[in-house]
T-cell receptor, first 113, second 114 residues
Framework: DGGITQSPKYLFRKEGQNVTLSCEQNLNHDAMYWYRQDPGQGLRLIYYSQIVNDFQKGDIAEGYSVSREKKESFPLTVTSAQKNPTAFYLC????FGSGQPQHFGDGTRLSIL | GDSVTQMEGPVTLSEEAFLTINCTYTATGYPSLFWYVQYPGEGLQLLLKATKADDKGSNKGFEATYRKETTSFHLEKGSVQVSDSAVYFCALSVYSGGYQKVTFGTGTKLQVIP
């Protein structure tokens, strides 16, 4: 079955440490996205990518970095510059076009040790 | 900028009750509209969508009609079940300047009691 796989499901970060969240899709989607979800809030866009080797900052990109070396993969690094990283992180993907829905992974929950 | 406003939750209903979750939007372009559902500890799943005015999206007994005149996309279900308990997100999508921008509401938690 096609889908989006995020790993790990739970992740713990120590102070001053960078951590990388994995996102892989086998849906042949063009665009991929990273969102942050905090309790009681909607989704906030961190980064998005429409094509390999190209990505754009979203609304809350500070303290995060991404790469898009393959169409299937869009890993997110939470750097030590992100002072409040505790959140639920969701990866999504879709085909181009305004009517195209996004498909989501099951998320990674990041906590601070 | 674009925005989506949903009714605040939580919404608590008895099984077989009628459900309405209100959603209104503002958009600079001509958006597509979506409802997503999120179960605890999971990602979002598409529930239904509508891409132009007066379209009705429907799935699993849920319905929503794209009302351009009132800029609304209210979610309805005639008879809810305990298994419908989840968080529901309204979203709009506009394709502009070569990229797709998606704006989500803050979500409405639904709790259905037996």
């Amino acid at each position: 079955d096609g889908g989006i796989t995020q790993s790990p499901k739970y992740l713990f970060r120590k102070e001053g440490q960078n951590v990388t969240l994995s996102c892989e899709q086998n849906l042949n989607h063009d665009a991929m996205y990273w969102y942050r979800q905090d309790p009681g809030q909607g989704l906030r866009l961190i980064y998005y990518s429409q094509i390999v080797n190209d990505f754009q900052k979203g609304d809350i990109a500070e303290g995060y970095s991404v790469s898009r070396e393959k169409k299937e993969s869009f890993p997110l690094t939470v750097t030590s510059a992100q002072k409040n990283p505790t959140a639920f992180y969701l990866c999504a993907s879709n085909f181009f076009g305004s009517g195209q829905p996004q498909h989501f992974g099951d998320g990674t929950r990041l906590s601070i040790l | 900028g674009d925005s989506v406003t949903q009714m605040e939750g939580p919404v608590t209903l008895s099984e077989e009750a009628f459900l309405t979750i209100n959603c209104t939007y503002t958009a600079t372009g001509y958006p597509s509209l979506f409802w997503y559902v999120q179960y605890p500890g999971e990602g979002l799943q598409l529930l239904l969508k509508a891409t132009k005015a007066d379209d009705k999206g429907s799935n699993k007994g849920f319905e929503a009609t794209y009302r351009k005149e009132t800029t609304s996309f209210h979610l309805e279900k005639g008879s809810v079940q305990v298994s419908d308990s989840a968080v529901y997100f309204c979203a709009l999508s506009v394709y502009s300047g070569g990229y797709q921008k998606v704006t989500f509401g803050t979500g409405t938690k639904l709790q259905v009691i037996p």
